[in-house]
């Protein structure tokens, strides 16, 4: 349950509120007349078939809002999107192709269309946080195996808990709390 209820856009709440108040009470006497006039003009059966009909464009309509403007995420083993390489090697230093998706931009411009909200990547296991139009690139730490020897670049051994609100992401890094450390006879 939530604790207190979001306040952030309560006058948007009561728009809709008024809103649809207005359209139901346009609608009902919209609605006698049509219910008036099939009983006169149509039969029985040609009404129906109407009404499924538009029951059954109705839906697609939705189907098609709802597919365009869900939140979106999506999952890479190697970085859309990343400043790791700047930030430890230098403003101008270029990532190797085998580091990331070369053709990002293209693969991007595939959500152009839709919500998408956060992509998940990883590979190099660094802890990186970016946010650019509107999409949350996260990449996740790790907890590697025996040859990862503990910190790498300031990410502890961890993992990222991600809560989705809406289109609202909200990222922490969790680290474990423990030392990994080789094996001695490694």
């Known amino acids: ?25 346009v609608t009902i006497p919209l ?6 006039y099939v009983a006169e003009e149509w039969s029985r059966d040609i009404f129906t078939y109407f009404v499924l009909a538009t029951a059954v464009l109705g839906f697609l ?8 403007h869900r939140p979106a995420t999506r ?9 790791f390489f700047n930030a430890s090697k230098g403003a101008t230093y270029a990532a190797q192709p ?5 053709n990002n931009r293209e693969v991007l411009s595939t959500f152009k269309d839709h919500n998408l909200i956060l992509v998940l990547q990883g590979h190099l296991h660094v802890s990186e946080l ?6 949350t690139f996260v990449t996740g730490g790790a907890v590697c195996g025996k040859w990862w020897r503990g910190v790498w670049y300031g990410t502890e051994e961890g993992f990222y808990d991600i809560r989705l609100t809406g289109n609202r992401v909200e990222c922490s890094y969790i680290d474990y709390g423990w030392v990994a450390r080789r094996p001695p006879n490694k």
Do not use: C, D, G, H
């Open 75 to 83: 999952s890479s083993y190697v970085w859309l999107i990343t400043s």
């Open 31 to 36: 609605a006698r007349r049509i219910q008036k």
């Open 1 to 25: 349950m939530l604790k207190s209820p979001p306040r952030e856009k309560q006058w948007l709440s009561w728009l809709y509120v008024v809103s649809w108040t207005l359209i139901i009470f």
């Open 61 to 68: 309509a939705a189907a098609m809002f709802v597919r365009r």
């Open 130 to 135: 970016i946010e650019w139009q509107n999409t």
């Open 98 to 102: 085998n580091r990331v998706v070369v």
